[in-house]
């Protein structure tokens, strides 16, 4: 991994990096390599705890599909988003992985992982390098902003610490999971500066339904190998029941559309294919066989293979519709198994969310990722307003922002601070 332009700062230079979170260390680790004198900051005893949290299941660091499709997962996002993912793409990200003695591997999936499945190897061998760099790090310091001159303000359990660096970079994350460290405490500090936040939303995130008492007694059961459709959009993938509503991979790569609906009319209706790799046609001929004495649960259980939160789905579906399900025709009950409506009604909190949509607009940001009115201030991560879907898209836009914002600092210092 190379520095841009091979720039060497000299070692008087020092920065600030507030965050410990994947966009921050790696800024961190880019700008020691230049040469700077870096301090990294955060509120928490220990680093990286919402990395850690990510490679809970499995560490997905990225995806492995053409780098085009890749860029499409961030929708509408800012071409300044783009042009970071570009410059350090999926196989830099893998390359550096490799360097820290983890090599990744793609699953079936097409995502990237490293062989050892675990984000803690990663990072502890990560930190030792930042050590070795010369990287200082100052945990539990919170940010609290800047005093009256222009210096950063830390708050510690015992006093206030001011520090006044030659560049500052923040990477503070957003608003998921703010017992692990990003609380977004940061976004009022920012908009009394007149820094432009868009609001933060949740992102990857459960919605809540309007299940009978019935249906709420398969909380925790899974609807697996289903097609999620909504706005012209469908996802396969799983999706789990809770007592409230509906979660999971699924869904999660539909929560932007879900939410704008939401957001726009108070509710959003997802159509479920419980079925996917069974066309509507050959579903009806099945469900067109006689059903003897069976009962319709075990003759619909025999003609799917449907688990029974699948079926309960259906039935679920056909109540919402006021039609009882014995009568529907076998036509009729095969479109209804291949696209269950699901009335969504609201968002579930942001603390929950796996990420957040929202943040510092990149019309603040020059192209080096520096605020435009205050210089040698730039922004990294999950701060800036992004959204994207799981499955690594997440993990390398962090990454790669953070690479943007150290290489923006490093050209800036070696002009402005010489």
Known sequence: MTVSNDIRLPGDRSV????????????????????????????????????????RGGLNLTHSEPLAAFLARYGDGDPSLRQAIEAFPPAALRAWADSLGEPTFIGSSGRVFPKSMKTSPLLRTWILRLNNLGVTFKLRHRWDGWDDDGRLRFVT?????????????LALGGASWPKLGADARWAETLRAQDIAVT???????????????????????????????IAGRRVRGEAMITREGIEGGAVYALSSPIREAIERGGSAVVAIDLMP?????KLTERLSAPRGKQSLSNFLRKATHLSAAALALVREAAL??????????????????K????KLTGVQPIATA???????SFSELDEGFMLKRYPGIFVAGEMLDWDAPTGGYL????????VAAAHGAIRWLSINKG
């Open 320 to 337: 919402v519709k006021g039609v009882p399900l014995a009568t529907l025709k076998p036509d009729a009950l095969a479109a209804l198994i």
């Open 157 to 169: 359990s015992r006093e206030e610490v001011l520090a006044e660096p030659d560049a500052t970079v």
């Open 395 to 402: 993990l390398q836009a962090s990454f790669a922002t953070g």
């Open 354 to 360: 796996i990420s957040t949509a929202g943040g510092v």
């Open 199 to 229: 609001p933060l939303r949740p992102a990857n995130c459960g919605f809540t339904a309007a299940w009978t008492d019935v249906f709420r007694g398969f909380e925790g059961q899974p609807l697996k190998g289903i097609a999620a459709d």
């Open 277 to 281: 790799d069974v066309g509507a046609a």
């Open 16 to 55: 600030a990096v507030i965050g410990g979170g994947p966009a921050g260390l790696m800024a961190a680790e880019l700008l020691a390599r230049a040469g700077a004198k870096v301090t990294v900051y955060d509120r928490m005893a220990s680093l990286g705890r919402k990395f850690l949290m990510a490679g």
């Open 339 to 342: 696209a269950a409506p699901v």
